[in-house]
T-cell receptor, first 113, second 111 residues
Framework: NAGVTQTPKFRVLKTGQSMTLLCAQDMNHEYMYWYRQDPGMGLRLIHYSVGEGTTAKGEVPDGYNVSRLKKQNFLLGLESAAPSQTSVYFC????????????FGDGTRLSIL | GDSVTQMEGPVTLSEEAFLTINCTYTATGYPSLFWYVQYPGEGLQLLLKATKADDKGSNKGFEATYRKETTSFHLEKGSVQVSDSAVYFCALRAYGQNFVFGPGTRLSVLP
């Protein structure tokens, strides 16, 4: 009963370092999403994917890249981390139909020093 | 574009009090509406949903009715518990569009 699994759960980086956040879902969902959550800012969509091999920009895509090589995985990359990217990152997935909800992972807490 | 407005709180209630968290929306067409709950240190969990006008979603004592005439989806619970302390998000999804979330409402229930 895994649902959406995010790896790692916590990470501390130095400015300029790179890293990849992994999201995996076992529900055969077509759509996958990456959000960031900051105090007072709610959830902001970074990138999303509507199927294997496709990606699209969300509300705040700058400084991030994504890939969806397999249907069950959605990777979020930071090429050169900046302190402004300190945040909690959530991955979510859903079916394509409008009446279907998103399912969220437990988040990755990322600090950039 | 589509949007969701909800009271930001924080809302502080005593145990067994009645809860209402207001949510109104703006959307083209007929969106599906959702309430999510986020407990400290966790991701968002679906609490309930409604997919057409006059539908009532319910779960764990929480209820919300899809009111198309007032474009609202207010969350209610008759008697809150300390364990209901969390952040509650109202959200919508319109056809062919991404999910749109409200800013969240923090609820604190005191014993």
């Amino acid at each position: 009963n895994a649902g959406v699994t995010q790896t790692p759960k916590f990470r501390v980086l130095k400015t300029g370092q790179s890293m990849t956040l992994l999201c995996a879902q076992d529900m055969n969902h077509e759509y996958m999403y990456w959000y960031r959550q900051d105090p007072g800012m709610g959830l902001r969509l970074i990138h999303y994917s509507v199927g294997e091999g496709t990606t699209a920009k969300g509300e705040v895509p700058d400084g991030y890249n994504v890939s969806r090589l397999k249907k069950q995985n959605f990777l979020l990359g930071l090429e050169s981390a900046a302190p402004s990217q300190t945040s909690v990152y959530f991955c979510a997935s859903s079916y394509g139909q409008t009446n279907q909800p998103q399912h969220f992972g437990d988040g990755t807490r990322l600090s950039i020093l | 574009g589509d949007s969701v407005t909800q009271m930001e709180g924080p809302v502080t209630l005593s145990e067994e009090a009645f809860l209402t968290i207001n949510c109104t929306y703006t959307a083209t067409g007929y969106p599906s509406l959702f309430w999510y709950v986020q407990y400290p240190g966790e991701g968002l969990q679906l609490l309930l949903k409604a997919t057409k006008a006059d539908d009532k979603g319910s779960n764990k004592g929480f209820e919300a009715t899809y009111r198309k005439e007032t474009t609202s989806f207010h969350l209610e619970k008759g008697s809150v518990q300390v364990s209901d302390s969390a952040v509650y998000f109202c959200a919508l999804r319109a056809y062919g569009q991404n999910f749109v979330f409200g800013p969240g409402t923090r609820l604190s229930v005191l014993p």
